[in-house]
């Protein structure tokens, strides 16, 4: 009993013999993976009025613990992403009142971003609703497969996708 994947490389198989498609399988599955996880996803932060983006930035700032701030800097390596995408960003969760920018004290060329206490609300009830759901999503595996899949997973990260100079051009 196969899935869709299983059909596509079965027929890939007849075609092209001569390849090794076992890793097409692998990553097959996970892009069907995220493709169906992302709207699931996307629903629980809609309810808070957020993007993902702006969940990841608020998220950021509250497990940096009291008083939950951060220069701009560390929040883009945090996130891995750009400063000017951060900038975005942070303009759209400063309008809305969930973080805060201050000039930094002791270097006045930067400056602090921190979260509100309506941002701390609104990150710790979306989180709780996003743990709740990703679990839900997860009730398939045994703890056991959950643990073995982010072994794999994480493998993956070790290898040539999570290390740059790794990569072919």
């Known amino acids: 009993m196969g899935d869709a994947i299983d059909g596509i490389l079965?027929?890939?198989?007849?075609?092209?013999?001569?390849?090794?498609?076992?890793?097409?399988?692998?990553f097959g599955r996970l892009a069907q993976v995220m493709r169906l996880l992302e709207p699931q996803v996307d629903r629980v932060f809609t309810k808070h009025g957020l993007r993902q983006g702006e969940f990841d930035v608020l998220a950021a700032l509250r497990r940096?613990?009291?008083?939950?701030?951060?220069i701009p800097s560390e929040l883009s390596a945090v996130l891995m992403m750009s400063r000017a995408g951060m900038t975005n960003r942070l303009d759209r969760l400063e309008a809305?009142?969930?973080?805060?920018?201050?000039?930094?004290p002791t270097d006045r060329r930067s400056f602090r971003v921190r979260l509100t206490g309506?941002?701390?609300?609104?990150?710790?009830?979306?989180?709780?609703?996003?743990?709740?759901?990703?679990a839900r999503l997860?009730?398939?595996?045994?703890?056991?497969?959950?643990?073995?899949?982010?072994?794999?997973?994480?493998?993956?990260l070790d290898g040539p996708l999570g290390n740059p100079g790794d990569r072919e051009a």
Request: aromatic residues 2%; glycine residues 8%.
């Open 118 to 134: 309506e941002g701390r609300r609104v990150v710790d009830e979306s989180l709780t609703e996003h743990a709740a759901n990703l």
């Open 96 to 104: 809305a009142g969930l973080v805060e920018r201050s000039l930094d």
């Open 138 to 156: 997860a009730a398939p595996l045994t703890s056991e497969d959950a643990e073995t899949l982010a072994g794999i997973l994480r493998k993956l």
């Open 64 to 70: 940096a613990g009291p008083p939950y701030t951060l």
């Open 10 to 26: 079965e027929q890939w198989r007849r075609e092209r013999p001569d390849l090794d498609l076992s890793a097409m399988g692998v």
